[in-house]
């Protein structure tokens, strides 16, 4: 049950500085968003805003309103521990969790949350999630060992092994790849195929080509000036944005006549 | 003047190298001129200038930094021997401060190991007179033990949950008041003298609330000791920790406070398991805030929060004040028990550090 | 890659997305409250501290018929009660002035012999043995200064006396060498060593790599380097470090009480037996101390309290100040 995620006139604050202004834009449930743009426009500050992981920074705060299957979920009576669990996010750098073997970490998220769950109930997630990550054949043989232990790769899979197990409806990817060589992007990139027929996926990323190969739809994000707040330029089919975008910077962008 | 005389000092493999070597000291020149004053101090001696082993040593390295000094300056200039004066300065203040670390830790070990046997460790002083042998300071063992667990048990979670607050809970609060307020006071508590604690326990808990001295009280004191030193460690822990990490725990759906207990304590435990150990080796010895909190005891008390209660410190204390020749070698036993004690804590921490937190593979 | 792969099974259609539910957990008010406390436990400790030691200590003050700071003697239980501070302030300095003299320069020694002059491997182990040093506990100092110091001292004092007496703090009138405020000042030097040469050490370590080396590149000697690269930017590290040691030196009560026989007079010939300080003082009279006895110790503890507090307190505003001061990083 994928959910689908509207943003409107979302103003984006640290503190006094406003980092982000005036974005509006639609996710599609079950499909690939790509967000493009120059370092420091704010893809990221955008994402952390579909999952409140934003108002976990001291002074920060939004004004604007995020939809997701049009509940407001900045709205009062809403658990920000909720949203997280419907939309999970995966980071730039691999971070397992360091101090937990691999099947430790892929459970956290359901052995922390406070509910009692069965060990073969458990077991079974485990399973199911490191085959969603594509990692099961890999790490079938070294459950207990720490997570850690694996390449970088291996870790990115197993953070988002670890995302997908709270069964969330949307997943967020802060630029899951900067951080592991072709070969393990390339097996990222896969899995992201695979998943949008289950989650709506939003992801942040600076490589033009990935974002061409996985997204159905980009958002262009662009900083106007210097200390001015980061904008949506414009958000449209994949193909459109990179075959015939609507707006001058963006094509500046992607043809990389911008710094 | 860069290559003339030069190769007579330097055995340059170059000529380059000989270019830029300039009027250098030969490498052996410092050999030379160290053996020659220790050989004329000897001659001194010898000749009763000088007279004792310290004496002749002193007019030795004072030979030497004239001798090497006054050669470097007719060689080298002014510059470098100023730098080798440095130099030796430098290695003299470390051979100064080194000295008194090995004399006090041989003499507690000449003077401490003879009194080991088992009786030492597993009876009193009860009913053993100062001036006979015998006896031991199994109570003080007990005693010591207990105190400081239990100061450990009372210093160690405030001042985890302290650190905690500051690092997690305080960059979020409305007003950093009360984060700077702590903040500061961690860093006076620091310096405040441990029998000014030793005090505190007397007159809060012993004159006004009127409890009797005891172990307990003791253990109270000690706690407030070990506090700043567990809050600043464990702050530095957490503040190792990632945000990321954080990050993506909240972002699973993992409550706050689940979190933090849950993965961010679990990533800073070696360190803050390591500050905790070193923390209850820095009070293990302490002996004023005992003196003004226990009375001594020469008995087995195993109950810290009743009657009068013996310490290692306090135990030493007592022998060692007591005069006798019996009484002060029990002294250096007591101190030499102490040493090792705080040594196995020291170990302790490094193990307990290397074993628990992150796993690696 | 196929398209048979199984995949996490979505949950089932709930009428409501799930978001929904109290946003305070009780889990998080109870943890946030309890580090809470902690951290106010903490300021209240620090304030009862001053406040039990203002309000038992009034008593001595109301009987005393002596002025409090400029009497020497100490009998609070007599009647009338008679004490001050004035020895004790007197020997705290002195001892505390004469550690400082002797641990200062050779703890700066040590800890650039450990981070710029030992090789690497050598300067761990070395770093590791100084402290070490730091816990060794204070009455241990204590004994050994008494039973191996003492002893050694008689020859420097006797020099000291046989040629630099006509300075008076060098003077021995007595022929005794043992007890002496030199020698409460030599172990309290021991002491405070590792303090210094620990808080150096980590600022020399912190001198940015580029300092070092362009003053290297200028061709300057070693010791040019320390003097234009290190000292200049660990002044402020170093002045700190020496204030926590002075501080350090001013409260150490169990080794000072050892070695030093609780007499209450002001004697400059610093080599001869007699002197006290604040802490030692109250260690060795607790035990024979009526209440007039005990809450005129308190007094004593509460002016101790004071003083180190300032010094500390002036240490950690020199530090803080200079890393403001250095900015940004
Ligand atoms: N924690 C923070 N506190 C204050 N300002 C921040 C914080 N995080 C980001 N910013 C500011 O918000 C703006 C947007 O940052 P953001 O990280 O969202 O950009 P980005 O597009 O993700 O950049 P990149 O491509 O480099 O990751 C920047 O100006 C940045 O300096
Ligand atoms: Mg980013």
Redesign the pocket.
């Known amino acids: 049950m994928a959910k689908r995620i509207d943003v409107a006139d979302l103003d984006i604050y ?1 503190g006094s ?1 406003k ?2 202004e005036n974005v509006t834009l639609a996710v599609e449930p079950r499909s690939v968003t790509a967000f493009i ?1 120059p ?7 955008v994402l952390r805003t579909l999952n409140r992981l934003h108002e976990v ?1 001291p002074g ?1 705060y939004i004004t604007g309103k995020v939809l997701l299957d049009g509940e407001d979920i900045y709205s009062a009576d809403v658990d920000p521990v909720n949203v997280r669990r419907t939309i999970g996010m995966v980071f730039q750098r691999p971070n397992p969790f360091p101090t937990m073997t691999i099947r430790e970490n892929v459970t956290a998220g359901l052995t922390l949350d406070g509910a009692r769950r069965s060990k073969a109930e458990l077991e079974q997630v485990v399973e199911k999630s490191l085959r969603g990550a594509n990692l099961w054949d890999e790490v079938k043989d070294r459950l207990d060992r720490p997570g850690a232990g694996l390449s970088g790769g291996q870790q990115q899979r197993l953070c988002i092994a670890r995302a997908i197990a709270v069964e969330p409806q949307v997943l967020l990817m802060d ?1 899951p790849c900067s951080a592991l060589d072709p070969i393990s992007t390339l097996a990222i990139e896969d899995l992201i195929e695979q998943l949008k027929l289950n989650f709506t996926i939003v992801i ?1 990323t ?1 490589n033009m080509q990935q974002a061409a190969r996985v997204s159905e739809t980009t958002a262009f ?1 662009n900083l106007p000036a210097i200390g001015q707040p ?1 904008r949506l330029v414009e958000i449209a089919p994949t193909e459109q944005i990179f075959s015939n975008p609507g707006e001058q910077a963006t094509e500046d962008y992607i043809s990389g006549r911008f710094g | 003047m860069a290559t003339v005389g030069s190769g007579k000092f330097e055995r340059s493999t170059s000529l380059l190298q000989d270019a830029l070597a300039g009027r250098r000291l030969p490498r052996w020149g410092v050999g030379a001129v160290g053996l020659t004053s220790l050989l004329a101090a000897y001659l001194l001696n010898v000749l009763t200038v000088v007279d004792g082993v310290a004496g002749t040593f002193l007019v030795a390295v004072l030979l030497f930094v004239i001798g090497q000094t006054g050669w470097s300056f007719t060689v080298e200039g002014r510059r470098h021997a100023v730098d080798r004066l440095a130099t030796t300065t430098v290695y003299a203040a470390f051979l100064i401060a080194v000295t008194p670390l090995v004399a006090v830790l041989g003499t507690v070990l000449v003077k401490g190991f003879p009194v080991f046997s088992a009786q030492f460790f597993t009876t009193s002083m009860r009913n053993v007179s100062p001036r006979s042998e015998g006896g031991g300071l199994y109570h003080a063992l007990i005693g010591t033990l207990e105190q400081v667990g239990l100061a450990a048990l009372i210093g160690v979670p405030i001042g985890v949950l302290a650190a905690v607050y500051l690092v997690e809970y305080a960059p979020e609060a409305k007003s950093r008041r009360l984060s700077s307020a702590i903040s500061f006071f961690v860093d006076v508590m620091t310096g405040v003298p441990s029998v000014v604690i030793g005090l505190f326990i007397y007159t809060a808990f012993i004159l006004t609330l009127g409890l009797p001295r005891s172990g307990f009280a003791a253990s109270l004191a000690l706690a407030i000791l070990m506090l700043p030193v567990i809050v600043r460690t464990t702050e530095e822990m957490l503040r190792l920790v990632p945000r990321d990490l954080r990050e993506s725990s909240l972002a699973l759906g993992i409550p706050r406070w689940k979190t933090i207990l849950k993965v961010v304590l679990p990533t800073a435990l070696g360190g803050i398991i390591t500050g905790a150990m070193l923390s209850i080796a820095r009070v293990a010895g302490e002996t004023a805030p005992l003196l003004l909190t226990t009375f001594l005891s020469q008995s087995i008390n195993s109950n810290p929060f009743k009657g009068p209660q013996a310490a290692l410190p306090t135990f030493i204390w007592d022998q060692f004040t007591s005069g006798t020749d019996a009484s002060r070698a029990r002294a250096w036993g007591g101190a030499l028990t102490l040493i090792v004690l705080i040594m196995i804590l020291y170990a302790g921490a490094k193990v307990i550090a290397r074993l628990t937190g992150a796993k690696k593979s | 890659m196929s398209s048979t792969r199984e995949l996490p099974a979505t949950p089932a259609p709930t009428a409501s997305s799930g978001i929904k539910g109290k946003s305070v957990r009780r889990g998080d008010t109870v943890f946030r409250g309890l580090s809470r406390i902690a951290g106010i436990a903490i300021l209240l400790t620090m304030s009862l501290i001053a406040l039990f030691l203002v309000w038992r200590s009034i008593p001595s003050f109301t009987v005393n018929t002596a002025n409090f700071f400029t009497t020497s003697e100490w009998f609070p239980d007599q009647t009338p009660p008679v004490f001050g501070i004035a020895a004790l302030a007197f020997g705290t300095l002195m001892t505390s002035i004469i550690a400082m003299i002797l641990a200062v320069p050779v703890g700066i020694g040590v800890a650039l012999f450990i981070s710029h002059y030992a090789h690497r491997r050598m300067s761990a182990i070395l770093a590791f043995s100084t402290d070490l040093l730091a816990a060794v506990p204070s009455i241990i100092f204590g004994m050994w200064g008494l039973e191996f110091l003492t002893p050694h001292m008689q020859g420097l004092g006797q020099w000291l006396n046989d040629y630099l007496g006509f300075i008076p703090i060098f003077r021995n009138d007595l022929g005794q060498y043992s007890k002496s405020i030199f020698i409460a000042g030599v172990v309290l030097a021991i002491m405070i060593l590792p303090t210094i040469s620990a808080l150096s050490r980590e600022v020399f370590t912190q001198v940015p790599r580029g300092n070092i080396e362009a003053s290297l590149a200028l061709g300057a000697t070693r010791w040019e380097m320390v003097r234009q690269a290190i000292f200049p930017f660990a002044k402020p590290g170093m002045i700190s470090a020496a204030m926590l040691g002075l501080g350090r030196a001013l409260g150490e009560t169990i080794a000072v009480a050892l070695i030093l026989s609780a007499s209450n007079s002001i004697n400059w010939h610093f080599t001869e037996p007699g002197g006290n300080t604040f802490a030692a003082n109250i260690a060795l009279r607790w035990n024979e101390a009526g209440s007039t006895g005990l809450s005129a110790l308190i007094a004593s503890g509460l002016v101790l309290f004071i003083i180190t507090l300032v010094v500390n307190v002036v240490a950690r505003g020199i530090i803080s100040r200079h890393a403001e001061f250095r900015g940004g990083n």
């Open positions: 640290y500085f980092a982000v743009g370092s420091g426009c704010g893809k990221s500050s920074i920060a630029e942040v600076h994000f980061g």
